[in-house]
């Protein structure tokens, strides 16, 4: 379903490019700009509706009384349902108190607790685009979950680990980027979330010896939306880049 309508939603999203930061590009009639402020953004409303579109299933999964019940005999087989319909995702369900279950291993050793969003997704927020390294897998994920509400109380959690490795490889696919052009994400803490190099994930581009990018890139964090240039690998680079009102990440298209 969700690659049935991805390519109509993103053609009507490119419809509001100039009101987010893509009018200047067309100004300057610069043809490789403007079609770099397209790529990005096609790479940001792929992204987004991905992340929602998986936000939004586990709320479906969350209403169900199996998961209000509690016990994971009555919710794993939902949940096994949804993973297996879905490439790329480790789901989970977990308690208050951070003990928590995967389809693929039962219930996992480690909790949950300590997890920097935790605490909030306990007191009833929704998580989406928390830079994690999987617990259940170590695999470089991102966290999207909801809480599991009954009679106005959480009483647990539903969620899923996108493994990012797959989805910078779905977004290479829906792309179809040519080789001088490439893509990352940045995550609010500035380390990358997506590359189309996937080694580069979870890696600070300020800390990669090039004073130009470690300008480039804080200038990508404190605006939402932009053009700058840097050099790396010997190379003079330009990018476009715009903010994620859903995961705060800034993402950007790099081009020659």
Known sequence: MFRKYIFAFIASLMLLVPQMGVAQAADAHNPAEENAQSLLAAFASYTDLRLLSIQQ????????????????????????????????????????????????????????????????????????????????????????????IEEGKVVGAIGASVILDTLAEQVSASLALPSNISFFALAPSGLTALHKKTEREFLDPRELGSETLKKAANEMLTNPAGVTSYMFDNVTKKAVYRSSPLTQWKFVIVFQ
């Open 57 to 148: 299933s586990l709320e479906i999964l969350a209403s169900t009384t199996a998961a209000k019940s509690l016990t994971w005999e009555r919710v794993e087989p939902l949940l096994r349902g949804y993973q297996e319909s879905d490439g790329g995702l480790i789901v989970w369900f977990a308690r208050p108190d951070g003990i928590y279950f995967t389809v693929d291993k039962g219930k996992v050793e480690k909790k949950l607790s300590d997890r920097s969003y935790f605490p909030a997704l306990i007191s009833g927020e929704k998580i989406d685009g928390e830079l994690v390294v999987s617990k259940s897998t170590g695999k470089r994920s991102v966290v999207v979950a909801v809480p599991v």
